[in-house]
C-alpha cells in the first residue's frame, strides 16, 4: 500500500513517528500525479517545487525535534477559486487566466500557518458554475472510478484529487452543492459548512449569500481536523460568525444511542436511481441498529428550492462577475472604444454556463421584474429556513441523499442545463437556510460507482453531523476503498 | 404664462474619517495615483468589505443634525452602475433603508425663512478617476484610472424639490455645509470635492401643482457655479416653453467659462440600476442607545446658536446669522468674546474690518493674520478707553502684518489715547484762539459749528484725543 492511500491523520502518526519524512509523502503524492493526472485532470497548477520545499522544511523541523501540527507536512490542494498570493488563481475562468492574487484568503493563511505541503490548485466548473467540471474553460476532470465519468461539480478537481490519490486532503466551495456533490460522485467524503463558519474572505465570489468554504477529505476524521484548521470568526468577513469554535475532533465518537434522525419525504424523489436510494435505505437500517431512532419528517417548500435557488446565486453571480471587465485585472481583448473593448472581452472570456447564469441574474434584478422573481425567491429562501426549523424542533439531524443518481457520463448532460441543475435538488435547500451538510459513502452501484449520503445539522452544529458521520464511517470500510487507475492498484 | 421653478438638491459630503468606508487604506487627499489602495478597494477577485463604523457614526449624527429619522434597521445595497473608474463596477450604497430619512432645515432669505424638506441621508462610496492622456475621454489614445479616491465614505443628502429660486438653492447647500462643519464630520472643502451637489431643476405654471419635466448638473462644487447654473438652467427652460417646446429630460453639464449648461446625456430613464442587497454586509442595527449617545455628542448647532448670540448677547439677526453660518466663524466670536470683549463690539469688528480684510485676501477665518485672542485683546483696549474706535482701525491694519500684541503695537506706535485733562484742555485752548469764526457761530447760537472744532483738536491730537472728553471740554469752554 501506498502512502498516498492514507488519510491525513495516519500519516500525522507516522511522520511523528518517523517512519516517513514528509519528503516521501510528497514525492509519492507526486509521483501519483504523475501517473494518473494524464486521466483524471483535477489540477490546473502543480506547484511541485515549492511543495518539495515546503516538504523538506517540515523534515528539518522533525529532525530538530520539533512538534508538528496535525496538517505539517501533509500534502493537499486548493481549489482555483481560493485565492493563494503569489500563485494563479483563475477560477477555471479564461477572464482571469494569468490572475495572480497579492494576497492570500483567510483560509489560506490558517492553512499556511499549520505548514501543510500545497499541491497546486484543482480544477472546477467555471466561476463554480455548474455540476460536472465540465465547465472548466480549461479541460473537465474525470471521475477517477470511471474516467468516462464526471466527477460532480463544480469543486470536482477537489473530490477527483483525494479519491484518485493525487491529493490527501483539498478545499472545495459549496454553493448548491458544490462540495457534497462532488464528494458523492467521488466516494470521499465532503463538508459543507455553516454559512459563516468559515471566512470567505479570499474566495471568488459566485453566490455571496451561499458560498461557503469546506474540507474534502479521505474520511471523517480528517473532515474534523481540516474544519478545526478553517472554522473561525475573521473580521476580513462580516457574515463570518463569531460563535464559538469547538475542537471538532471531539465529536469523533461512535454513538448515535437515541440520536434523532429525520427522513424529509421531499428528498427521495422521483426518478432517484434505485441504487442510490437502495444505498441510503440500508444505511438508515444500519443507523437504526445501532441505535438512532429514525422520524419521517417534511420540508414542504423543498420543490421551489431550485427555482429561488437559480435566481438567487445567478443575481448575485451576475454583479460579482461586473467587476471583469477588462480594465483593472484579468484578460482584455480589445475593441475600437472602451465599450467595444469591454463587450469582447467579456465576449470571448466568458463561457456559456457564466454568461447563461449572468443574463438570468441581471433579468432577475432587473426594474420590473426584481419584485416578481429576486424579490419572490427572497420569500421562497425564508419559508425554506423555516421548514428546516421546524424540522429541528423534532430531530437532530436530517438524512438525505445527496444526488439522485451517481455520477454521470462526461457529455450526458450538457446540452440540458435544467437536467443538469436538478441534480442540486437535495444539495440546494440547506445553502439557501445556511445549515451544514456532510456527504460520506454509503455504498456503491453495481457498475462500481461510488454512492454518498448527506446529514445536514442545525445552524453552527458541525459536531452533530460529525458525530453521526464518524459512527456510520466506523461500521462499515467504503471510505478505506481506493479507485482503480493507473494499473497501480 | 409665468413660471417658477422647482429645484431638488443631492449633495454628497465627503467624509473625515481617516480610513476609507470599507477598507483601512488612507482617504487623505493629492497623493500619488492608486498609493491608497489594497486588494478591498481595487475590487480584486475574492475580497469582501467591512464597515467602518465612524461612517456608521457620522451619518447618524448628520441625520440627528438635520432633524432626519434614524433607521434603526439600515442596510447596504449594490447600485449597479457600469463605469471604469468603480473597480467592483456597483457601487455599494443605500436604497429602501438609508441610515437616515425624512428630515428638514430651515434657512433664511433676505429674512424670510424657508423649511427645506431633506428627503433622505445615505452612506456611499466614491469611485476612482479617470485620467486621460488627452483633454478628454474621446480625444485620447489612453486613459489611466487612480483608484486613491475609490472607497473614501460620502453622504448623500438629497432634498425634496422644495426650492424656487437660485438663492434659496444656495442658502440651502450654505446651511447643509455649516451643518455638516458644526457636527465635524466633513472638511467641506468644496474646492478638493469635499462637497458638490447635483442640481434638479424643473419648471412649472405658477400655481400649478404637477412637477415639470427636470433636468439634472451633476457636480457643481461651488457655490457660485450653483447659482450662475440654476439661473441660466431657469432663464433657457423658460425660453424653451415659452417658444412652444418641451423639455428633454437629460444630464447637462454647467461650464463656468461660460456661464451655460450643456448636454450631456440624455435617456436618463434608460437607467436601470438593478438594485440588490448586500450580501457581504449585515444589517446594520441602531440602538436607542447608541442613537442618543450620538445626539449627546452633538454640538449646538447653527439655528440655536444663532438664536442665542440674539439672546444672549443681543446681537442682530443680521448678524447672528452671519456669525454662525460656519463653525470657524462662531469659534473666532466665542473665543474673542472669551477673552472678556464686549459681544457687541466683538461682532461689529467682526463683520466689519475681520470680514472685508479676509474677503479682500480671499482667507478663511481659519486663516486670519488676527487670531481671536488678539482681537479680543484689542478689543479690550477699547473698552478701557486706551484707544478709540478710530484708533483702534490703524491698529487693526497693523495688527493685519505685525504679530505682536495690541497692547505693544499701540505704545511702539504712540497710539495711546490722550486722556489727560491738562493736555486735551491746552490743544483746545490753542484750536479755540485759531478759529474764531468758528467760536464765534457757536456763539451765535450755530450749535453744529463745535463739530469744526471738535475735528480741528482731534486733528492736532493726530487723532489721539478721547473724542468724549474734547466734546465735554469744548463745550464748558465755550457756554461757560
Ligand atoms: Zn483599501
Wanted: some cysteine.
Amino acid at each position: 500500500m501506498r502512502l498516498y492511500e492514507k488519510p491525513a491523520h495516519v500519516l500525522h502518526d507516522m511522520l511523528v513517528n518517523k517512519e516517513i519524512t514528509s519528503v516521501e509523502l510528497t514525492e509519492d503524492v507526486l509521483s501519483r500525479i504523475d501517473e494518473v493526472e494524464g486521466e483524471v485532470k483535477a489540477y490546473l497548477t502543480v506547484t511541485r517545487d515549492e511543495a518539495l520545499e515546503q516538504a523538506r522544511a517540515v523534515d528539518e523541523k522533525i529532525a530538530r525535534g520539533e512538534e508538528i501540527s496535525f496538517l505539517e507536512g501533509i500534502p493537499g490542494a486548493i481549489k482555483d477559486n481560493i485565492c493563494t498570493k503569489g500563485v494563479k488563481t483563475t477560477c477555471a475562468s479564461k477572464i482571469l487566466e494569468h490572475f495572480v492574487p497579492p494576497y492570500d484568503a483567510t483560509v489560506m493563511k490558517k492553512l499556511k500557518a499549520e505548514n501543510p505541503v500545497i499541491l497546486g490548485k484543482l480544477n472546477m466548473d467555471e466561476f463554480a458554475m455548474g455540476g460536472s467540471t465540465e465547465n472548466s474553460a480549461y479541460h473537465p476532470t474525470c471521475n477517477p472510478w470511471n474516467t468516462e465519468c464526471v466527477p460532480g461539480g463544480s469543486s470536482g478537481g477537489s473530490a477527483a484529487s483525494v479519491a484518485a490519490g493525487t491529493a490527501i486532503w483539498s478545499l472545495g466551495s459549496d454553493t448548491g452543492g458544490s462540495i457534497r456533490q462532488p464528494a458523492s460522485f467521488c466516494g470521499v467524503v465532503g463538508l459543507k459548512p455553516t454559512y459563516g463558519r468559515v471566512s470567505r474572505y479570499g474566495l471568488v465570489a459566485y453566490g455571496s449569500s451561499l458560498d461557503q468554504i469546506g474540507p474534502v477529505t479521505r474520511d471523517v476524521t480528517d473532515c474534523a481536523h481540516l474544519l478545526n484548521i478553517i472554522a473561525g470568526h475573521d473580521e476580513m468577513d462580516s457574515t463570518s460568525s463569531e460563535a464559538a469554535v469547538p475542537d471538532f475532533t471531539r465529536a469523533l465518537v461512535e454513538d448515535v444511542k437515541g440520536l434523532k434522525i429525520g427522513l424529509p419525504k421531499e428528498y427521495f424523489v422521483k426518478g432517484m436511481d434505485p441504487e442510490v436510494e437502495k444505498a441510503i435505505r440500508a444505511a438508515i437500517e444500519k443507523y437504526k441498529e445501532m441505535g438512532a431512532e429514525i422520524v419521517d419528517i417534511s420540508l414542504p417548500h423543498t420543490d421551489y428550492a431550485i427555482s429561488a435557488y437559480y435566481l438567487i446565486a445567478p443575481a448575485e453571480a451576475a454583479t460579482n462577475l461586473q467587476r471583469y471587465d477588462g480594465v483593472s485585472y484579468g484578460e482584455r481583448v480589445e475593441g475600437e472604444d472602451l465599450v467595444s473593448m469591454m463587450t469582447n472581452t467579456r465576449t470571448e472570456k466568458f463561457g456559456e454556463e457564466v454568461k447563461r447564469r449572468i443574463v438570468i441574474g441581471n433579468y432577475a434584478l432587473s426594474a420590473g421584474y426584481y419584485d416578481a422573481y429576486y424579490l419572490k425567491a427572497m420569500k421562497v429562501r425564508t419559508l425554506v429556513a423555516e421548514d428546516y426549523a421546524k424540522a429541528f424542533e423534532q430531530v437532530d439531524v436530517i438524512l438525505a441523499p445527496v444526488a439522485p443518481t451517481t455520477a454521470f457520463k462526461i457529455g450526458e448532460m450538457a446540452g440540458d442545463p435544467l437536467q443538469m441543475y436538478l441534480q442540486d435538488a437535495c444539495t440546494v435547500p440547506l445553502n439557501l437556510a445556511g445549515l451544514p451538510g456532510i456527504s460520506l459513502p454509503c455504498g456503491f452501484s453495481s457498475k462500481g460507482m461510488p454512492i454518498g449520503m448527506q446529514i445536514i445539522g442545525k445552524a453552527l452544529d458541525e459536531e452533530t453531523i460529525i458525530r453521526a458521520a464518524y459512527t456510520y464511517e466506523q461500521s462499515q470500510d467504503y471510505h478505506t476503498k481506493m479507485a482503480k487507475l493507473g494499473g497501480n492498484n | 404664462m409665468k413660471y417658477e421653478a422647482v429645484i431638488g438638491l443631492e449633495i454628497h459630503c465627503e467624509l473625515k474619517t481617516k480610513t476609507k468606508i470599507f477598507c483601512g487604506c488612507a482617504t487623505s487627499f493629492g497623493a500619488d495615483q492608486n498609493t491608497h489602495v489594497c486588494p478591498v478597494c481595487l475590487g480584486m477577485p475574492g475580497v469582501l468589505p467591512t464597515v467602518n463604523q465612524r461612517v456608521v457614526e457620522f451619518g447618524i449624527k448628520a441625520g440627528l443634525a438635520t432633524n432626519c429619522e434614524i433607521n434603526k434597521y439600515s442596510k447596504f445595497d449594490r447600485k449597479n452602475y457600469y463605469y471604469p473608474d468603480l473597480p467592483k463596477n456597483w457601487q455599494t450604497s443605500q436604497y429602501d433603508l438609508p441610515i437616515a430619512e425624512h428630515g428638514w432645515v430651515d434657512i433664511d432669505v433676505e429674512g424670510e425663512k424657508k423649511r427645506i424638506r431633506l428627503t433622505r441621508i445615505h452612506m456611499e462610496e466614491d469611485a476612482g478617476k479617470l485620467v486621460h492622456s488627452g483633454t478628454n475621454i474621446k480625444d485620447s489614445a489612453s486613459s489611466n484610472v487612480d483608484y486613491n479616491r475609490t472607497g473614501v465614505p460620502l453622504l448623500e443628502i438629497v432634498s425634496e424639490p422644495d426650492m424656487s429660486s437660485a438663492e434659496e438653492a444656495r442658502a440651502y447647500m450654505e446651511k447643509i455645509k455649516a451643518i455638516m462643519e458644526y457636527i465635524d464630520v466633513s472638511n467641506c472643502r468644496m474646492e478638493e470635492g469635499n462637497l458638490r451637489a447635483d442640481i434638479n431643476v424643473s419648471l412649472r405654471p405658477v400655481g400649478s401643482k404637477e412637477l415639470g419635466t427636470r433636468t439634472e448638473m451633476k457636480n457643481i462644487n461651488s457655490f457660485k457655479n450653483l447659482e450662475d447654473a440654476i439661473n441660466y438652467e431657469i432663464e433657457r427652460q423658460t425660453e424653451v416653453l415659452e417658444d412652444g417646446g418641451h423639455i428633454v429630460q437629460e444630464t447637462r453639464t454647467f461650464d463656468p467659462a461660460q456661464g451655460i449648461t450643456l448636454s450631456m446625456r440624455s435617456k436618463e430613464n434608460a437607467h436601470d440600476y438593478r438594485y440588490m442587497p448586500e450580501p457581504d454586509l449585515p444589517p446594520i442595527i441602531t440602538s436607542e442607545e447608541t442613537i442618543e449617545k450620538y445626539r449627546s455628542e452633538l454640538p449646538e448647532l447653527p439655528d440655536a446658536r444663532r438664536a442665542r448670540l440674539e439672546s444672549e448677547f443681543g446681537l442682530s439677526d443680521y448678524d447672528a446669522g452671519i456669525i454662525t453660518s460656519s463653525r470657524a466663524m462662531a469659534e473666532y466670536f466665542d473665543a474673542v468674546v472669551a477673552t472678556g470683549a464686549d459681544a457687541k463690539l466683538a461682532a461689529n469688528w467682526m463683520m466689519g474690518d475681520l470680514l472685508k480684510n479676509l474677503n479682500d485676501e480671499g482667507l478663511d477665518i481659519s486663516k486670519s493674520p488676527v487670531e481671536a485672542q488678539r482681537l479680543g485683546e484689542m478689543i479690550q483696549l477699547i473698552m478701557k478707553d486706551t484707544i478709540s474706535g478710530k484708533i483702534a482701525k490703524k491698529v487693526f491694519k497693523e495688527m493685519w502684518t505685525n504679530t505682536d500684541s495690541p497692547e505693544k503695537i499701540v505704545k511702539d506706535k504712540g497710539l495711546v489715547q490722550i486722556t489727560d485733562t491738562k493736555a486735551i484742555e491746552g490743544i483746545v485752548d490753542v484750536v479755540i484762539a485759531k478759529n474764531q469764526k468758528a467760536v464765534d457761530d457757536y456763539k451765535g447760537g450755530n450749535k453744529k459749528a463745535i463739530g469744526a472744532l471738535v475735528g480741528q483738536v482731534m486733528k492736532a491730537s493726530k487723532g489721539k484725543a478721547n473724542p468724549q472728553m474734547v466734546n465735554q471740554l469744548l463745550a464748558q469752554k465755550l457756554d461757560g
